[in-house]
């Protein structure tokens, strides 16, 4: 089993531009969250989806957007990108409620 | 609502000496907590976490933590160190499924191990 898998591993982007991140949960987990980790802090909660539906949202703005398919599966969308946005950012898995299984990441530069 | 300190932003140990990571907890029932090991450029490892029972809690790469409810504390402890054992580790509280289920982290304990 591959754990969680996130593409792509790193992106660069321009300010203004939309980006999506994708991930794949651990086989058998049906629970996908979302984390951004800004360079020196600790990983922020996004959002967390279950059987496809946004069940819980951390303090960010509607830019900020999300979607879980049949097969869990997850995308997060991030739309006109500030600098700010720069981060890693991270995909969790989870069955019910688990410990949560993180994946690598994905980079995201913006300039 | 739910926070977590870990008061030590970097601490440097020697190897074969014992480590301690402070980790302090703020949750309105009872918590479910875990500590999370981060290489540079990787994603977070759990090593170990805690939801009920016994108050010392076992991890992987003999790794430890005791849940102290009256201190809101859960320090991770290591009785010898190895130099591979140093990274960022990160402290995280969460609650059940359907509740506030979200992880809300610290900042982070890097640790620096001389030889």
């Known amino acids: 089993d591959a754990g969680v898998t996130q593409s792509p591993t790193h992106l660069i982007k321009t300010r203004g531009q939309q980006v999506t991140l994708r991930c794949s949960p651990k086989?058998?987990?049906?629970?996908v969250s979302w984390y951004q980790q800004a360079l020196g802090q600790g990983p922020q909660f996004i959002f967390q989806?279950?059987?496809?539906?946004?069940?819980q949202r951390g303090n960010f703005p509607d830019r900020f957007s999300g979607h879980q398919f049949p097969n869990y599966s997850s995308e997060l969308n991030v739309n006109a990108l500030l600098l700010g946005d720069s981060a890693l950012y991270l995909c969790?898995?989870?069955?019910?409620?688990?410990?949560?299984?993180f994946g690598p990441g994905t980079r995201l530069t913006v300039l | 609502a739910q926070s977590v300190t870990q008061p030590d932003i970097h601490i440097t140990v020697s190897e074969g000496a014992s480590l301690e990571l402070r980790c302090n907890y703020s949750?309105?029932?009872?918590?479910?907590l875990f500590w999370y090991v981060q290489s540079p450029g990787q994603g977070l490892q759990l090593l170990l976490k805690?939801?009920?029972?016994?108050?010392l809690v076992q991890g992987i790469k003999g790794f430890e933590a005791e849940f102290k409810r009256s201190q809101s504390s859960f320090n991770l402890r290591k009785p010898s160190v190895h130099w591979s054992d140093a990274a960022e580790y990160f402290c995280a509280v969460g609650g059940p499924t359907g509740t506030a289920s979200k992880l809300t982290f610290g900042t982070g304990t890097r640790l620096q191990v001389t030889l």
């Open positions: 969790a898995s989870s069955l019910g409620y688990g410990a949560e299984l």
């Open positions: 949750y309105g029932a009872t918590p479910y």
């Open positions: 086989s058998g987990h049906d629970t």
């Open positions: 989806y279950y059987e496809e539906e946004e069940r």
């Open positions: 805690y939801f009920s029972g016994d108050t």
